[in-house]
């Protein structure tokens, strides 16, 4: 089966997001950089690519130049056991950034992010007046809290 790897498109900033991401996730580094040579699109020398793991996942980053926008079309969903870890990488990927609803957000790069927790598919799951429930819960936060989405879950 062939390796699927996501390739984010920058003006300039691939390896300055690259370092940033890396810093924020266990288990991640940048993997190798590649250079524009003569008679390529892009400066002499600037970077052109970086491929970097985030706790294993494989990820490209381009300098592309500034014809395409990253947008909220394409998001990175990050699944967190608690709600320390959802804190965490919430307060680490808005600083510069923007929140958004729901458990999305814009980090300062413009790479839109899902912070969830693991639950999320248990707690939409069931009867459809949970789910409802839920979803209503979700709806008001930005910042995603599990006990409340629980309780609604339970009908409390």
Excluded: H
Excluded at 62 to 68: A, E, I
Excluded at 94 to 106: A, F, P, R, T
Excluded at 125 to 147: C, F, P, S
Aim: hydrophobic share 35%; charged share 25%.
């Amino acid at each position: 089966m062939p390796k699927i790897t996501p390739c984010l498109w920058f003006d300039t900033q691939a390896e300055e997001a690259a370092n940033f991401y890396c810093s924020i996730f266990p288990n991640s580094k940048v993997v190798t950089v590649s250079r524009y040579g003569p008679d390529m699109p892009g400066r002499e020398g600037s970077v052109m690519t970086v491929v970097f793991e985030l706790d294993g996942q494989k990820i490209m980053a381009l300098n592309g130049g500034p014809m395409f926008k990253l947008t909220e079309a394409f998001s990175l969903m990050i699944e967190c056991k608690t709600q320390k870890e959802i804190d965490s990488y919430w307060e680490k990927l808005c600083d510069g950034g923007e929140e958004s609803q729901c458990g999305w957000l814009k980090d300062r790069f413009g790479l839109s992010w899902q912070v969830i927790p693991a639950q999320l598919g248990e707690l939409l799951g069931g009867d459809q007046a949970r789910t409802n429930r839920v979803m209503q819960a979700v709806m008001k936060m930005k910042k995603l809290e599990i006990e409340p989405m629980k309780r609604a879950y339970e009908g409390k």
